[in-house]
């Protein structure tokens, strides 16, 4: 049982630090836009930057939920719960990732680039202390 807990928080560690690389590549962007701006890096660079944080967070956090199904310990009913949710898990991952891209472009011309801000900040809250599985 303690081997799965400590599983479990070394999953959400690395979660969590591709959330705050993401978080602090596309603050890095916006003070180089702000102060910077002289220097003409191509928009490829930043994409893959950005790109790949987003898509190992995303991957890690299918791979949790995987092995969380895979316990002998959890009831059947829970464990349906998170194979179906494992593929609205994927989908909604690969969504967020062609989303962002299609709208690279805009996202440096105009103020909405805030909201993913808030969006990362929102994912950092510890919203189930207290949740046991």
């Known amino acids: 049982?303690?081997?799965?807990?400590?599983?479990?928080?070394?999953?959400?560690?690395?979660?969590?630090f591709f959330l705050c690389t993401a978080f602090l590549i596309e603050f890095g962007y916006v003070l180089?836009?702000?102060l910077i701006a002289k220097f003409e890096i191509p928009s490829i660079f930043w994409i893959a930057l950005?790109?790949?944080?987003?898509?190992?967070s995303s991957v890690i956090y299918?791979?949790?939920?995987?092995?969380?199904?895979?316990?002998?310990?959890?009831?059947?009913?829970?464990?349906?719960?998170?194979?179906d949710g494992d593929d609205r898990s994927t989908y909604l991952?690969?969504?967020?990732?062609?989303?962002?891209l299609a709208f690279y472009p805009f996202l440096h011309s105009t103020?909405?680039?805030?909201?993913?801000?808030?969006?990362l900040i929102l994912a950092f809250i510890p919203w189930h202390n207290n949740e046991k599985i």
Do not use: C, H, T
Not at 112 to 119: E, T, V
């Open 1 to 16: 049982m303690k081997k799965s807990r400590v599983k479990k928080r070394k999953i959400q560690n690395k979660s969590n």
């Open 32 to 34: 180089y836009l702000l």
């Open 50 to 56: 950005w790109l790949v944080p987003v898509v190992g």
């Open 62 to 83: 299918i791979l949790s939920r995987r092995s969380v199904a895979k316990r002998d310990d959890l009831p059947e009913k829970f464990k349906e719960q998170y194979k």
């Open 93 to 100: 991952s690969y969504f967020l990732v062609v989303l962002n």
């Open 111 to 119: 103020p909405i680039i805030f909201l993913w801000y808030f969006i």
